[in-house]
């Protein structure tokens, strides 16, 4: 069984532009669950991704888009790039129906750095 | 919007010692977690509570759960320097999940 993959590890992207964060599910689950963690801060959540639909979402700005692939892969899109961006962004998977899930298991994050 | 808020948070204690620490949250919801999480590492998946009067332990972690106080403690007994770490509580509401800001534990040899 193999656990929950990101990538990049690290990120350094420039105002404006746009990322893509990649995370891979853990084995059997099928819903992933992206955050913002910022230095010395909670996670923030952003959104939640079921069977390839959004299925919850945090106070996030529409620049912060997702996808869900068929094997349950997911993608966090970032566009227009601000300062305050600069975060760990971490994905967590679950195995849920639609009552968002009981234990979520985390990868190890991205860490995006805007300049 | 559901807030969590957990105290302290900082926590310098000496090995040995027993503490608690408390995450109160601002509505009903229907789970509530605790995570660890050590410098510049992810985040690691202590206790799931799902009920009222809900008691866990692992080693020297105990987690307890009132929904009708909206309270949640986790509690250290006889810390131990590799208990140092940030710890979280979270709230599951629906599908969205809110974390608190997190307790800062330094366990002191």
């Known amino acids: 069984e193999t656990g929950v993959t990101q990538s990049p590890t690290h990120l350094i992207k420039t105002r404006g532009q746009q990322v893509t964060l990649r995370c891979s599910s853990q084995?059997?689950?099928?819903?992933v669950s992206w955050y913002q963690q910022a230095l010395g801060q909670g996670p923030q959540f952003i959104f939640q991704?079921?069977?390839?639909?959004?299925?919850g979402r945090g106070n996030f700005p529409p620049r912060f888009s997702g996808l869900q692939f068929p094997n349950y892969s997911s993608e966090l899109n970032v566009n227009a790039l601000e300062l305050d961006d600069s975060a760990l962004y971490l994905c967590?998977?679950?195995?849920?129906?639609?009552?968002?899930?009981?234990?979520?298991?985390f990868g190890p994050g991205t860490r995006l750095t805007v300049t | 919007e559901l807030k969590v808020e957990q105290n302290p948070l900082f926590l310098s204690m000496q090995e040995g010692k027993n503490y608690t620490i408390y995450c109160n949250y601002s509505?009903?919801?229907?789970?509530l977690y605790w995570y660890r999480q050590d410098p510049g590492k992810s985040l690691e998946s202590l206790f799931v509570?799902?009920?009222?009067?809900a008691v866990k332990q692992e080693g020297r972690l105990m987690a307890s759960l009132d929904t009708k106080a909206r309270l949640s403690t986790l509690h250290i007994t006889a810390a131990v320097h590799d208990l140092s770490a940030t710890y979280f509580c979270?709230?599951?509401?629906?599908?969205?999940?809110?974390f608190g800001s997190g307790t800062k534990l330094n366990v002191k040899p």
């Open positions: 509570l799902l009920s009222n009067g």
């Open positions: 967590a998977s679950s195995l849920a129906a639609l009552a968002g899930g009981y234990e979520q298991y």
């Open positions: 979270a709230v599951g509401n629906f599908n969205k999940f809110y």
């Open positions: 084995s059997g689950h099928n819903t």
């Open positions: 991704y079921y069977r390839e639909e959004e299925n």
């Open positions: 509505t009903t919801s229907d789970r």
